[in-house]
């Protein structure tokens, strides 16, 4: 949730270099952005609203800016940028940072919540501080302004945070120090080296193409870069912290979109080998969360939207494969088990990003009574990893899509293992899985998108669609549903089949689109049966089946895997919505009024 971009180094184009390092964010907010950099000791800044992507530097326009984005003639040059996913104040230009002081004495970009601003705020405009936006973020450059009454820069931010509360991320500038000063806490920041040369970013891919070398900055810690050199502090005793430089493998290729239209569709088809390389887990660690989740007193698996989706799939194949219950909530409803958690609880966490807030917050909650924490993440650099026992990486690689896929089915693939694992039947699990992603392998071809076209076509018009399922595809009805509403914009709505007759059914008519996730199962004749009851009404079934059905009106074919069931009836569910998105004219990648990460609560 919100792009921090930022260079420190002798390049002369450094707005140009930020922007495009912007670009490579924009996934995490599209409201606006805005840009800052200095020169002759002043700050310039650039704001703008709408998507960065459509952003040339070649052919913009700053008639009615300040700046002009072109060569910078400082010895270094500092300049920070930001992407804006708006959670204080509208989207607009005076709201998009970098936000500063009146003379822009303190200018910065920030991610995340200053949770107790107003009062800062209040305060703040006793001393004379004039605000212009509804923003917390002025109000951190504000109250970093009133410390340097009394404080150099450095010191004045040490201050500042120390009256900060929330999780957060922010790169500040001054326009008399030559220091850039970021501090990390809750929100992901990693530093790029290349020489004297720093890239301070959210994520990443998005300095990959300057340098693959980089400092994690962990939680509440700051650093501060002067003279092309770098100082790294502790936030809470200010002590200076030794930190070395980590090479790291990700390559620039799958961050990029190559011949694929979107990354939505990329990333579907990369099912084949993501898939793989979750099964691929190093054997002894599965083992031994196998073993402490048996050995546990509950075991509570936590994620949200569809992380979370992957956490109810795991209850379903835990009673299923090992016969052992545990227990699924979202992050944000966490705090209703805290009594129940012990030093003899485990929990696991589900995550594409690392950073979802309301995951972290139960993490915490969850550390505070002793709880061990194993996490299934994608970002390895992530918070969450970083905060966990144990790591299990689902390894699908950058994700860059706001509708997450092959890192869901990569996280259904490890919660699979697990439950094998735990039944004690870890080979057989693994063998099962090897063979479900081969079978995915022979289903993602071009004849197999182009059927589902084929019903994309026929529905791309309708308001209002449903899906079901029984058992572990209740879940994936659920999951089903959000891929459909976050970029086709339809109104999907996933149920427990059975549980139509009890008050949905009242919402089928003429014609209403009905997805039956229908599994080779003991529970095959019982969804049927559901499916009927809905055709009874009008609706227009969709089987999602090995074997097509009288009761179909349209059959996509999936393999028959048996327990791996999730992995393959969600995929075509994946495409449909891709596919729905673009007969649409939205933006599969960048759906309106989401972000990547969601690091607010
Ligand atoms: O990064 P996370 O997996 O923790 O994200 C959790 C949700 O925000 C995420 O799954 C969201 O629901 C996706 N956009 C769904 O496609």
Aim: hydrophobic share 40%; with cysteine; proline share 3%.
């Amino acid at each position: 949730m919100c792009g921090i971009f930022s260079y420190y180094g002798k390049k002369k184009n450094a707005p140009e270099i930020v922007i495009e390092g912007l670009k490579r964010l924009e996934y995490r907010g599209y409201d606006s952005w805005g840009i800052a950099y200095k020169q002759d000791s002043e700050i310039h800044v650039h704001k703008e609203t709408g998507k960065i992507s459509e952003f040339k530097v070649e052919t913009a326009d700053f008639k009615d800016s300040e700046v002009s984005i072109g060569e910078v003639k400082e010895k270094f040059t500092l300049s920070i940028g930001h992407s804006r996913w708006a959670t204080h104040g509208r989207v607009n230009k005076t709201n998009s940072h970098p936000h500063f002081t009146e003379d822009k004495d303190i200018v910065l970009v920030h991610n995340g919540i200053f949770e107790n601003y107003s009062e800062v705020k209040a305060y703040l405009k006793k001393k004379g501080h004039k605000f212009i936006t509804e923003t917390d973020t002025e109000v951190i450059a504000h109250l970093i302004e009133e410390h340097l009454k009394t404080h150099d820069f450095l010191e004045a931010v040490k201050m500042a945070i120390k009256e900060m509360e929330g999780r957060f991320a922010f790169v500040v500038i001054s326009k008399n120090s030559n220091k850039m000063v970021a501090a990390r806490k809750g929100s992901p920041l990693i530093i790029g080296v290349k020489g004297k040369e720093y890239f301070i970013a959210s994520d990443i891919p998005a300095f990959l193409p300057h340098t693959n070398k980089i400092y994690y900055l962990d939680d509440n810690q700051l650093c501060s870069i002067e003279n092309g050199e770098i100082e790294f502090f502790d936030m809470d005793s200010f002590d200076p912290i030794e930190k070395r430089i980590v090479e790291i493998e990700l390559d620039i290729e799958s961050a990029e979109k190559g011949e694929f239209p979107h990354f939505m569709i990329k990333e579907i088809m990369e099912q084949k080998d993501t898939l793989n390389r979750a099964i691929n887990q190093n054997e002894d660690q599965i083992l031994k969360v196998a073993d402490a989740i048996n050995k546990a007193y509950g075991t509570y698996v936590v994620g949200c939207g569809t992380a979370g989706k992957v956490g109810m799939v795991g209850e379903f194949l835990f009673s299923k494969i090992a016969k052992k219950h545990i227990n699924f909530s979202f992050g944000s409803e966490f705090t209703s088990h805290k009594p129940f958690l012990t030093n003899k609880t485990l929990m696991i966490a589900i995550s594409q990003s690392g950073e979802t807030a309301d995951t972290l917050e139960a993490i915490e909650a969850a550390k505070e009574k002793g709880v061990k924490i194993v996490s299934i993440v994608n970002v390895e650099s992530s918070t969450m990893a970083r905060m966990s026992d144990i790591v299990l990486p689902i390894k699908a690689g950058p994700e860059k899509a706001v509708a997450s896929t092959k890192a869901t089915t990569s996280q259904i693939a490890i919660m699979t293992l697990l439950a094998y694992a735990c039944a004690g039947k870890l080979y057989e699990g693994k063998q099962l899985l090897i063979n479900t992603a081969s079978q995915i392998n022979d289903m993602l071809n071009p004849r197999y998108e182009e059927h589902i076209m084929g019903i994309a076509k026929r529905i791309q018009d309708v308001e209002s669609m449903y899906i079901i399922g029984r058992d572990v595809n209740y879940p994936i009805a659920l999951e089903s549903a959000i891929k459909l509403q976050e970029v086709s914009y339809i109104h999907a709505e996933g149920f427990a089949a059975g549980e139509l007759k009890h008050g949905p059914i009242a919402l089928i008519s003429e014609n209403t689109p009905v997805i039956a996730l229908v599994s080779n199962d003991e529970y095959k004749k019982e969804i049927l049966s559901n499916a009927m009851e809905v055709k009874s009404r009008g609706g227009y079934i969709i089987g999602v089946a090995p074997e097509n059905e009288d009761v179909f009106d349209f059959w996509i074919r999936v393999p028959d895997t048996g327990n791996t069931s999730p992995l393959v009836n969600i995929i075509p569910v994946q495409i449909l919505a891709y596919q729905l998105a673009v007969l649409r004219k939205n933006d599969p990648d960048k759906p309106r009024n989401l972000a990547k990460s969601v690091t607010v609560k």
